[in-house]
């Protein structure tokens, strides 16, 4: 599977972004999709996911109210709507596929494919 991330860009604090990720293959409805960033000098962190089987979704608390995650299976794609940005949320965000987390949705290790990164800046 290959992933691809898009929508990156530049936002001042309060505003909104939209971004978008698109895999590859016949398989996306089976993998459970996240959405992870990394800010310079930090390590990598959960954001969001959303479950392949009911479509149950997952926040850090960080994100709850402001972000919204979802997919559309018939276009391979996982979404993420940001609205309030902070400028402490600029980062590299990152969406990656999982066979299956288990409980650890949040956790890095329970993903198997990662895209390449989308550029967020948010100025204040």
């Known amino acids: 599977v290959q992933l691809q991330a898009s929508g990156g860009g530049k936002v001042q604090a309060g505003g909104s972004l939209g971004l978008s990720c698109v895999a590859s293959g016949r398989t996306f409805s089976s993998y459970g999709m996240g959405w992870f960033r990394q800010a310079p000098g930090k390590a990598r962190e959960f954001v969001s996911a959303i479950s392949q089987y009911d479509g149950s979704t997952y926040y850090a608390d960080t994100v709850k109210g402001r972000f919204t995650i979802s997919r559309d299976n018939a276009k391979n794609t996982v979404y993420l709507q940001m609205n309030s940005l902070k400028p402490e949320e600029t980062a590299l965000y990152y969406c990656?596929?999982?066979w299956g987390w288990g409980s650890s949705y949040s956790s890095m290790s329970a993903y198997d494919y990662w895209g390449q990164g989308t550029q967020v800046t948010v100025s204040s």
């Open positions: 990656a596929a999982s």
